[in-house]
C-alpha cells in the first residue's frame, strides 16, 4: 500500500468513527432484497457488511423478499399466477410454496451466509412466537365497483410482537426474518416485505431503517439523485408525478417509519457493493436520506 492508499484509508476510518459511535447499541433495521439478494458477489459483500455492523456494536436487524425466487419456483412447478392491482393472487398451493421459498431457502441461505462470515445469526418467520400476527388483505376489485377483490392469502400486519427480536439482540444473535405472517386460525400469509420491515423498525424504535432497491433513490425529473426529503418535499414530489409506480409503496413505508419513531429511513441501492456500510458511515452515503 503507498502513502496516498495508506492516507485515504485512515481517512475513511476516521470518518466511520463517528457514525460508529452515534449508533453504537442501536437497533438498524435492513430490507433485504433485488439484486443484492442473487447477485453472488453482492451477496457475500452484503454479508460483510452485516457481520462488520454487529462487530461494531449496532444491532442489524433483517427483514428479506424472495419474489424472484417464489416466481421462478412457480413457474418450474407450472403454476400460473393471477394478478390484481398488482397484487399475486395466493391460494393455497401458492402459499404453501411461498412458505417452502421464503421461510425454508432464501432465509436460511442468508443465515448460513451471515454464519460463515462470522456472524450469529437466526432465522425466523413472522410464525415463530407470534411476530407477525396477520390480516388478510383486501384491495378495491378493478372489474367490480365497490367490491373488494380476494387475493388469497396475502395479508397485511396486524400486529407486531418483537419480544423474539429483542431477545436474540440482547443475546448476539443476528435475526433475519421471512415476511410470512400468521392469522388468527393458524393460517399462514404472505406479506410485503418493505411494509414488514417498516413495521418491525418503528416497533423496536430503531435509529434506522434500509431499503435496498434496484435503483440509486429517489430521483429527480432530470434523473438526478435526490438525498434528503421530508414528508412535505415527498408529498410536493408524489403531487407533480416524480415518485410514482413502485417507488409510491417504498416511500409510504419509510415515512410510516419515521412518523413511528424511527430516526431515519434510506432508501439505497443494493447494487453498489458495501452499500450498507457507505449508507451508515461516510458523509456522502449512497442513496435518498427520509426524515420526520
Do not use: W
Amino acid at each position: 500500500m503507498n502513502e496516498i492508499d495508506s492516507s485515504m484509508t485512515g481517512q475513511v476510518l476516521n470518518e466511520a468513527l463517528q457514525y460508529i459511535r452515534r449508533i453504537a447499541g442501536k437497533t438498524v433495521v435492513i430490507k433485504y432484497g433485488g439484486n443484492a439478494m442473487t447477485d453472488e458477489n453482492l451477496k457475500r459483500c452484503f454479508a460483510r457488511n452485516i457481520v462488520l455492523m454487529k462487530h461494531c456494536g449496532i444491532n442489524p436487524v433483517i427483514v428479506h423478499g424472495g419474489g424472484p425466487q417464489i416466481a421462478d419456483m412457480l413457474k418450474r412447478v407450472g403454476k400460473e399466477s393471477t394478478f390484481i392491482g398488482g397484487m399475486r393472487v395466493t391460494d393455497a398451493e401458492t402459499m404453501s410454496i411461498v412458505e417452502m421459498i421464503l421461510g425454508g431457502q432464501v432465509n436460511k441461505s442468508i443465515v448460513s451466509l451471515l454464519n460463515q462470515e462470522g456472524g450469529r445469526a437466526v432465522g425466523l418467520t413472522g410464525k415463530d412466537a407470534n411476530l407477525i400476527q396477520a390480516v388478510p388483505m383486501r384491495i378495491a376489485d378493478p372489474e367490480r365497483e365497490g367490491e373488494a377483490a380476494d387475493l388469497g392469502y396475502v395479508g397485511q400486519v396486524a400486529r407486531i410482537d418483537t419480544s423474539v427480536v429483542r431477545s436474540l439482540e440482547t443475546a448476539g444473535f443476528i435475526p433475519v426474518i421471512a415476511p410470512i405472517g400468521v392469522g388468527e386460525e393458524g393460517a399462514s400469509y404472505n406479506i410485503n416485505a418493505d411494509l414488514v420491515a417498516s413495521r418491525v423498525a418503528a416497533e423496536l424504535k430503531a435509529e434506522k431503517l434500509l431499503l435496498l432497491t434496484n435503483t440509486p433513490g429517489i430521483l429527480d425529473k432530470e434523473g438526478q439523485l435526490l438525498t434528503g426529503l421530508d414528508r412535505r418535499q415527498i408529498e410536493n414530489l408524489k403531487e407533480d408525478g416524480t415518485i410514482s409506480g413502485g417507488m409510491l409503496p417504498k416511500v409510504q413505508c419509510a415515512l410510516e417509519a419515521v412518523d413511528a419513531g424511527v430516526q431515519t429511513a434510506q432508501i439505497i441501492d443494493g447494487r453498489v457493493e458495501n452499500a450498507v456500510l457507505l449508507e451508515l458511515f461516510t458523509d456522502k452515503g449512497v442513496g435518498t436520506l427520509i426524515r420526520p
